[in-house]
């Protein structure tokens, strides 16, 4: 199946006169017009193209943020994307990583990968689904909380060990973790212990390539990567998924958010491009991105869309 996409603002936003706008053209609008973006997503099929339009707005609240997201990893998993990523805020729609205490914003995506999970999995592939949280422990809490009751298969990617307050953790094997009957993995919030993404990778390349299974990173926070947080001179191996797994990766959900003297916001929803939106006092600027996806945003670009990293 074939996908393009174009991006056209609703009439109602813009005087009937105003020609088409460049690429690098700012316009202002009111900040309760401005996620009125009528989406136009072409769909051919046996050579024969069909025309859907629909709405994709930045969304109110979480409830009208997973539907969306069920929504854009449906797209996804009809083009076989097999590695996803689903990323955004959990301490509200309008925050950044760290404005909630750590434990209170991994509660939170628990309670929404539960959410998610209700959606976009059906009932007879539950058993067949697998959530990774990050430790053992976790399970247990999961199990105690946000999943009680569910038929979710719920599993781990590191044991705590004796020498977990610095930073060490038991690694465990993929290959042992895995169940033949497993169709989907979902793998939530592997970001507090740098080693939990380089059992990602092992995961992805044990058990999903060259088959049919699907993964989703869920709340990876993976930008820490992207944007050389971890300097790679001391973290080699994750400097390297930069080059070995991020690049099949595709970013299918995403909203973040940025703060500083504009602030704005990069959101995506899969298979549309990755608009930038800077707040500017009480009143909202569209800016035209210069990339077709949100992947790959440079410093220089963020600085360019008024955006403060």
């Known amino acids: 199946m074939a996908l393009s996409y174009t991006t056209t603002m609703a009439s109602s936003l813009l005087p009937a006169a105003t020609p088409a706008l460049p690429n690098k053209k700012r316009f202002w609008m009111k900040k309760e017009d401005l996620f009125r973006i009528a989406s136009k997503l072409t769909v051919s099929r046996n ?21 969306q997201a069920k929504k854009a990893t449906e797209f996804a998993w009809e083009d076989n994307k097999q590695l996803m990523e689903i990323e955004f805020p959990t301490a509200g729609l309008e925050s950044v990583p760290g404005d909630g205490e ?17 959606r976009f999995v059906s009932p007879e592939k539950t058993t067949r689904t697998r959530i990774f949280f990050p430790e053992a422990n976790e399970v247990k809490f999961a199990r105690q909380s946000a999943f009680e009751g569910s038929s979710l298969k719920l599993d781990y990617l590191t044991k705590p060990s004796f020498f977990e307050d610095f930073g060490f953790v038991e690694k465990v094997k993929m ?7 497993d169709e989907l993995f979902v793998v939530a919030y592997p970001y507090f ?3 939990e993404m380089l059992v990602v990778e092992e995961l992805y390349k044990e058990a999903v390539v060259e088959t049919a299974r699907k993964l ?9 990567i992207r944007s050389g947080y971890y300097p790679s001179f001391f973290y080699p191996k994750l400097a390297s998924l930069l080059k070995t797994l991020f690049p099949m990766m595709e970013t299918v959900y995403y909203i973040h958010n ?5 602030g704005g916001t990069l959101f995506r929803c899969y298979p549309g491009s990755c608009p930038g939106y800077s707040a500017v006092s009480l009143r909202i600027r ?24």
Do not use: H
């Open 47 to 67: 050579g024969r193209g069909s025309s859907v339009e629909y709405d994709v707005p930045f969304p109110r609240d979480y409830e009208e943020l997973l539907d």
């Open 102 to 118: 750590g434990g209170i914003e991994m509660t939170g995506s628990i309670q929404l990968i539960r959410e998610f999970c209700d």
């Open 175 to 181: 290959k042992d973790r895995v169940k033949p009957e």
């Open 193 to 195: 212990n740098v080693n």
């Open 216 to 224: 989703i990173i869920f709340n990876g926070e993976l930008d820490r």
């Open 258 to 262: 940025f703060k500083g003297r504009s």
């Open 286 to 309: 569209f800016i035209r991105p210069r990339k077709s996806r949100c992947l790959g945003w440079s410093v220089t670009d963020l600085a360019v869309l008024g955006l403060v990293p």
